[in-house]
């Protein structure tokens, strides 16, 4: 595969970190297509996302080609000034970023659109319930983007809900939540979105959480 140029590379460097969701002009994003680096969603608005091909370009750190001649493309934008990133509950009043709302609803189902496409374009059966490989390499943001497709609420600094983080076992994120119901939700959540999830309680204190991890068949 040819090397992507400088120009490219600034696009796919500028990725949207939790869904690869790509901006650029029209015609950049074609010869993104065209290069096996990025896929088009069929469904409105059309947005284009990696490729895993344009994932190992991002992830690996691949270098560049020469400059091209062409003019650079828009400043990509930073990940301060709302690019989208799935809600894990563990953030602070000052990294929370994006939209609220309505707003933040279209937000979540078009990353959750583009999740699920990954999933038909990467897994090798083309299944869409099953977790793909990108899932398997960044559990946090993949189990908190399916709790929050499915309307569970993360928590904040001024109200409650579920909270993810990593956990020492392989492949395997813990979801906690303060009430009973909430676990029960969360569970049933991660389970309709591909996942294995089961109660837990916690070494101290008589709590209980959910241990969840991608389903491979």
Not at 26 to 42: G, I, M, N, S, Y
Request: with cysteine; hydrophobic share 35%; aromatic share 4%.
């Amino acid at each position: 595969m040819k090397p992507p140029t400088a120009a490219q590379r600034r696009i796919i460097e500028a990725a949207d970190p939790q869904t690869g969701r790509l901006s650029g002009t029209e015609a950049q994003l074609r010869a993104l297509v065209r290069a096996r680096l990025a896929f088009r969603h069929p469904r409105p608005p059309h947005a284009c996302f990696l490729t895993p091909a344009g994932h190992r370009v991002r992830d690996e750190g691949v270098a560049p080609a020469p400059p091209s001649p062409e003019p650079p493309p828009p400043a990509p934008t930073p990940a301060s000034s709302g690019v989208f990133a799935a809600r894990t509950g563990t953030e602070t009043e000052a990294q929370r970023t994006g939209s609220e709302g309505p707003a933040r609803a279209r937000e979540v189902r078009s990353a959750w659109e583009g999740l699920v496409e990954l999933r038909r374009m990467t897994n090798p059966d083309g299944a869409r319930d099953r977790p793909c490989a990108w899932e398997r390499t960044h559990l946090v943001q993949a189990a908190a983007l399916a709790l929050e497709a499915a309307g569970c609420r993360p928590a904040s600094p001024d109200r409650p809900g579920y909270r993810v983080s990593p956990t020492p076992q392989p492949e395997a994120v813990a979801v906690r939540e303060p009430t009973p119901e909430g676990i029960r939700a969360c569970a049933a959540a991660l389970e309709r979105s591909g996942w294995q999830a089961g109660e837990h309680a916690e070494p101290r204190g008589g709590g209980r959480y959910v241990l969840a991890s991608p389903r491979r068949v």
